[in-house]
């Protein structure tokens, strides 16, 4: 028995520039906030950087050859903006743009669609010593090199993307500190979250004016669950699913920020304080699709009902995925009973179920794309070559399962992006965490195609799931 997938449905695997690329001193690239921050002392795991990475720049040709091996139908990677243009600012370096075509044009030899992502978070340095997403005039100058890329690829592009996961952006560099540019300013935070998604409105403009193919944003939501049906618990749940989902999809799909979390911000100090009346209007303009990385659920509870928590058997608070917040009054507990990654987070391939139904069902009819969907797992590579992974099958089974359960359902989910396509640079985790089908010797680039290769191969090739039972 199997379960067959919709004609034309879009198996791709994903990338980042920085994670794969390296080459970063090569071909008239300049410095992005991520050169700077992996370079600082006690950023990244082992003082890693992504100044090798994968050897993508040069080893494209290999890369191209493996996708098509694979049976891709669609491949999802990042333009880097510094490449394109150095200081964020002037003229077009065209040995950057050059590198574009020819990924482009090798992934249509081949018959794979470009799915492009046009900011991955490898903001150019000098817009950052300008004060990055937290001023407006980086947003502006998005919608510049924007223009840039889609004068060199235009409508050989599939599917444009404008950023990916503003939250992480805006939360994880300028308020926690723990990514590039390692800030720790809320209010810069509601800043930057603010001007990210006036990029987004204002390349998404762009891209429709030069271009025939549909744009969207891909955002990283994450359901948050209360602990229990006390209303102390809802109310927490909700805090969290305010900050983390709702910041970004209600002035994406309702045109306004939410105005409980403005008031929980406010509460906090924190004001959305850069917000032109004009500004709304575009970030609500209708995208043509939406991207959605889905990685963990979460179990929300009250910080007063911890003890309550732990009776019902979560582990409270749970230090893998977060710390009780003093200003909320909110914690993420722990589901012991589920597995868990390399990376800690646990396993929950329902939660994208759930997910896609709620975005289907609250905010959007748009086409969904899944455009990460992944696991890290304590891959070894054995004396004869090979890399056994049954986690990262299992894992993959489990969640390509819960988007045939969404479609079932009746959402309109059209691709699935598996991350990633090869071992690379896990951000602030460096090379420690593997996430890859392929694996990468590092620092050689050697690629290694493990289990998981062959299981999405064949999975593609039949464009359905077996069901057993």
């Known amino acids: 028995m199997a379960k067959e997938f919709p004609e034309g449905f879009l198996w791709g695997a994903s990338t980042a520039a920085y994670q794969i690329e390296g080459a970063v001193d090569q071909g008239g690239r300049g410095v992005s906030i991520w050169d700077t921050f992996s370079h600082t002392p006690?950023?990244?795991a082992n003082g890693d950087t992504g100044d090798v990475a994968c050897r993508h720049?040069?080893?494209?040709?290999?890369?191209?050859?493996?996708?098509?091996?694979?049976?891709l139908r669609a491949y999802r990677f990042s333009v880097a903006w510094p490449r394109v243009q150095p200081d964020g600012k002037g003229s077009a370096n065209q040995e950057g743009l050059d590198f574009y075509r020819r990924l482009t044009a090798g992934l249509r030899e081949r018959g794979i669609v470009p799915v492009a992502t046009l900011y991955h978070w490898d903001l150019p340095q000098a817009l950052q010593d300008e004060g990055g997403?937290?001023?407006?005039?980086?947003?502006?100058?998005?919608?510049e090199y924007v223009a840039m890329v889609t004068a060199a690829l235009g409508d050989e592009v599939g599917l444009w993307?404008?950023?990916?996961?503003?939250?992480?952006?805006?939360?994880?560099?300028?308020?926690?500190?723990?990514h590039a540019p390692g800030l720790a300013d809320p209010q810069l935070s509601m800043r930057a979250t603010h001007?990210?998604?006036?990029?987004?409105?204002?390349?998404?403009?762009?891209?429709?004016?030069?271009?025939?193919?549909?744009v969207g944003i891909t955002l990283n939501l994450a359901p948050q669950i209360p602990a229990s049906d006390h209303e102390l618990d809802v109310e927490a749940a909700r805090k969290l699913d305010g900050g983390l989902n709702r910041l970004y999809l209600d002035p994406l799909f309702r045109g306004s920020y939410p105005a409980d979390v403005l008031a929980t911000a406010a509460a906090a100090g924190l004001q959305m304080d850069v917000a032109r009346d004009t500004d709304m209007a575009l970030i609500g303009r209708p995208v043509d699709f939406l991207g959605v990385n889905y990685y963990m659920s979460h179990v929300v509870a009250s910080t007063s009902r911890l003890g309550e928590a732990r009776q019902a058997g979560y582990v409270a608070p749970d230090s893998l995925l977060g710390t009780p917040s003093a200003a909320l009054g909110v914690a993420q507990v722990g589901r012991p009973w589920l597995e868990r990654t390399a990376m800690g987070w646990e396993v929950d391939p329902a939660g994208l179920t759930a997910l896609?139904?709620?975005?289907?069902?609250?905010?959007?009819?748009?086409?969904?794309?899944i455009t990460e969907s992944g696991v890290a797992v304590e891959d070894y590579r054995g004396p004869d070559g090979a890399v056994h992974d049954p986690r990262r099958v299992a894992y993959l089974e489990a969640h390509v399962k819960a988007v045939r359960d969404a479609i079932d359902a009746g959402v309109d989910v059209q691709g699935y992006f598996v991350w990633s396509l090869m071992d690379n640079f896990e951000w602030a985790e460096g090379y420690s965490k593997r996430f890859g089908l392929v694996w990468t010797e590092y620092p050689t680039g050697e690629r290694a195609r493990k289990d998981s290769f062959g299981w999405y191969r064949d999975l593609i090739a039949a464009n359905a799931l077996a069901v057993i039972g």
């Open 133 to 143: 997403w937290a001023v407006r005039e980086t947003a502006e100058r998005f919608g």
């Open 161 to 178: 993307i404008t950023l990916n996961e503003p939250w992480c952006s805006a939360w994880l560099g300028y308020a926690i500190g723990v």
């Open 195 to 214: 001007h990210l998604l006036l990029a987004h409105a204002l390349g998404s403009e762009v891209v429709r004016r030069d271009t025939k193919v549909p």
């Open 42 to 44: 006690g950023r990244t």
């Open 57 to 71: 720049y040069e080893r494209v040709g290999e890369d191209l050859d493996l996708m098509a091996e694979l049976g």
């Open 356 to 369: 896609l139904t709620r975005l289907s069902r609250e905010y959007t009819k748009a086409p969904l794309h």
